[in-house]
């Protein structure tokens, strides 16, 4: 199994930063894909932000020009660096992979647990 660690939220004013990070640990043979989606109460989980094993990204246009994904493939961890933070952006931000745990093994998705971010006025 993958197990997926994140860390980083908070609370922070508007127009403050603060940076995620999300560790995969555990059963890896390989991860195609590392990103962050949210999920603000009463609204759906959307997509954020991923990078995929060839650090090709996409964001949500939301956050384009604010948020910045990155990775370090070595660590398999993923970080999202969020700057000039708006109320909107509150949430609870899961970490998410895909990947693989053998050489033989199907592609499949992992979730972490969430980490919530409040941005205050």
């Known amino acids: 199994q993958v197990q997926l660690v994140e860390s980083g939220g908070g609370l922070v004013q508007a127009g403050g930063s603060l940076r995620l990070s999300c560790a995969a640990s555990g059963s890896i043979f390989s991860i195609i894909r590392m990103g962050w989606y949210r999920q603000a109460p009463g609204k759906q989980r959307e997509l954020v932000a991923r990078i995929d094993e060839h650090s090709s990204t996409n964001y949500a246009d939301s956050v384009k020009g604010r948020f910045t994904i990155s990775r370090d493939s070595a660590k398999n961890t993923v970080y999202l660096q969020m700057n000039s933070l708006k109320l909107e952006d509150t949430a609870v931000y899961l970490c998410?992979?895909?990947?693989?745990?053998?050489?033989?093994?199907?592609?499949?998705?992992?979730w972490g647990q969430g980490t919530q971010v409040t941005v205050s006025s």
């Open positions: 998410y992979t895909r990947g693989a745990t053998t050489y033989w093994s199907a592609l499949a998705d992992y």
